[in-house]
T-cell receptor
Framework: DAGITQSPRYKITETGRQVTLMCHQTWSHSYMFWYRQDLGHGLRLIYYSAAADITDKGEVPDGYVVSRSKTENFPLTLESATRSQTSVYFC????????????FGQGTRLTVV | AQKITQTQPGMFVQEKEAVTLDCTYDTSDPSYGLFWYKQPSSGEMIFLIYQGSYDQQNATEGRYSLNFQKARKSANLVISASQLGDSAMYFCAMREAGANTDKLIFGTGTRLQVFP
């Protein structure tokens, strides 16, 4: 199916564990993004990427790692999960053209206990 | 520094009335894009409308229009003839063309509630 998909949709993990959230898009969009959404904070940018092997830190990168070996995939890893990383995570992509909207995945609800 | 500011955490509007959701932004880049997204209680992000920094006219999409005041750096969303289904969170976002890559940043959102 065409689009952008995130997996898993829901995840419960324990403090200190490593967890990876997956994001896959089928359009070959250049740009991909990871956000976390918390009440009162809107969507905050964690990491973003302009192309394979090019990534940049956003507003809240601490505790997260990303990679982009292929254009279509942009996994987000929490190296050692903490309770403060309990959140809803959204992946998004858009193409090079400025006047095109970003397309979002369905979100991953992560709970760290 | 906050680059996208939405000063209204919540708004109420009666059905069939118009409502304006405020958004101000800050950038020194001459080329940028402004977006509004709707997030219903189900959680998905729905694109509503786009305004480019070089666009001369305000964008419109059906019942949505964007009141773009470039000198004031504001990009307010106007929803005409509100419907119960418009009850949702609304986010303003800006795409900046950076040195190496574009990025998309969001405001904190406005929760709109439409009542009969």
């Amino acid at each position: 199916d065409a689009g952008i998909t995130q997996s898993p949709r829901y995840k419960i993990t324990e403090t200190g564990r490593q967890v990876t959230l997956m994001c896959h898009q089928t359009w070959s969009h250049s740009y991909m993004f990871w956000y976390r959404q918390d009440l009162g904070h809107g969507l905050r940018l964690i990491y973003y990427s302009a192309a394979a092997d090019i990534t940049d830190k956003g507003e809240v990168p601490d505790g997260y790692v990303v990679s982009r070996s292929k254009t279509e995939n942009f996994p987000l890893t929490l190296e050692s999960a903490t309770r403060s990383q309990t959140s809803v995570y959204f992946c998004a992509s858009f193409p090079t053209a400025m006047n095109t909207e970003a397309f979002f995945g369905q979100g991953t609800r992560l709970t760290v206990v | 520094a906050q680059k996208i500011t939405q000063t209204q955490p919540g708004m109420f509007v009666q059905e069939k009335e118009a409502v304006t959701l405020d958004c101000t932004y800050d950038t020194s880049d001459p080329s940028y894009g402004l977006f509004w997204y709707k997030q219903p209680s189900s959680g998905e992000m729905i694109f509503l409308i786009y305004q480019g920094s070089y666009d001369q006219q305000n964008a419109t999409e059906g019942r949505y229009s964007l009141n773009f005041q470039k000198a004031r750096k504001s990009a307010n969303l106007v929803i005409s003839a509100s419907q119960l289904g418009d009850s949702a969170m609304y986010f303003c976002a800006m795409r900046e063309a950076g040195a190496n890559t574009d990025k998309l940043i969001f405001g904190t959102g406005t929760r709109l509630q439409v009542f009969p």
